[in-house]
């Protein structure tokens, strides 16, 4: 009788330990990314060295031969879309209030300003329109659109601009947002259009991310990891990672470096190209 039942129960815990190493064997090796060489994403175009989301700003990323580069899109009051991070002008420019306040003419009458080295720049603030004008078919552009009052009312005029410039069928273009509403307006619009599917730090849902029907995954640093990243991969999906911490970025940087993550935002583009060793 003793044997009968010590026997099985050796066998199943055997069975479980062996079932343990060779997953945690596993996710420690490193899944190949989906990219043959990953991605150097200007974010908000060479913001170390000039004004963030500025035409000098994305002329000083082009001409270090970065992958893409990367806008921020708000709408004005008059339905024109600009470059700008933040919900208000507050941060970046002279001026006060909502992006959505102010009508283009107004808002052109402002500036961004922002210190380098001890000397204070002042730069327009560009319209998406102005930005694509500048670079047409020689850049490739990566473009995030957010919800205005929880609507989807940015997209339409986006892809009007970038068919109007023939930017879509010539592949030059990605558009992420943190918003499904929003991609999926986006998808309707244009199918053929690659999206990404953005998770703030903390709130990524690697679950949501596998089954999603975007081919493109955006985290933030801190919630990159092996098991994570392998998943994704595993799913024939993208990853680029974004960076929430200045301070932080070329040590994460390096820590990520390690799991062939396939696409970086950076803010220091010399430094992740050093990284990366590769020749833009």
């Known amino acids: 009788m003793f044997k009968r039942i010590i026997l099985p129960t050796f066998l199943i815990i055997m ?3 062996i079932a ?24 908000r175009g060479a913001n170390d060295r000039m004004n963030e989301h500025t035409l000098l700003a994305y002329r000083i990323a082009a001409q270090d031969g970065v992958d893409s580069l990367e806008i921020d899109l708000r709408m004005t009051k008059d339905g024109e879309l600009v470059a ?7 941060r970046t420019t002279n001026g006060t209030g909502m992006v959505s306040d102010y009508d283009l003419k107004d808002l052109k009458n402002l500036q961004t300003i922002e210190v380098f080295n001890n000397k204070t720049n002042v730069e327009p603030i560009p319209t998406l329109r102005q930005i694509i004008e500048t670079f047409t078919d020689t850049e490739h552009y990566y473009i995030e659109t957010r919800l205005i009052n929880g609507e989807a009312m940015m997209e339409d005029t986006l892809i009007e601009i970038l068919r109007e410039y023939d930017l879509i069928d010539k592949g030059l273009v990605i558009i992420q947002s943190f918003s499904k509403k929003s991609l999926e307006r986006i998808k309707e619009l244009e199918p053929n259009v690659p999206l990404t599917l953005l ?25 990159v990891n092996i098991k994570n990243i392998n998943a ?4 024939g999906k993208q990853v680029h990672v ?4 200045l301070d932080t970025q070329k ?16 803010d220091d583009i010399s430094y992740t190209k050093e990284l990366l060793r590769i020749e833009k």
């Open 20 to 43: 343990i190493y060779f997953q945690v064997r596993k996710e420690k090796v490193v899944e190949p990314a989906v990219l043959e060489e990953p991605m150097i994403i200007a974010h």
């Open 199 to 223: 998770f703030s730090k903390g709130k990524f849902d690697l679950k949501e991310a596998e089954t999603s029907e975007f081919p493109i995954i955006g985290m933030e640093s801190m919630d």
């Open 242 to 245: 974004f960076f929430n911490d």
């Open 232 to 235: 994704l991969h595993r799913k």
């Open 251 to 266: 040590q994460e940087q390096k820590r990520i470096n390690q799991f062939n993550v396939d696409g970086y935002f950076t």
């Open 84 to 90: 700008m991070h933040d919900k208000t002008i507050d």
């Open 15 to 17: 069975i479980c330990f």
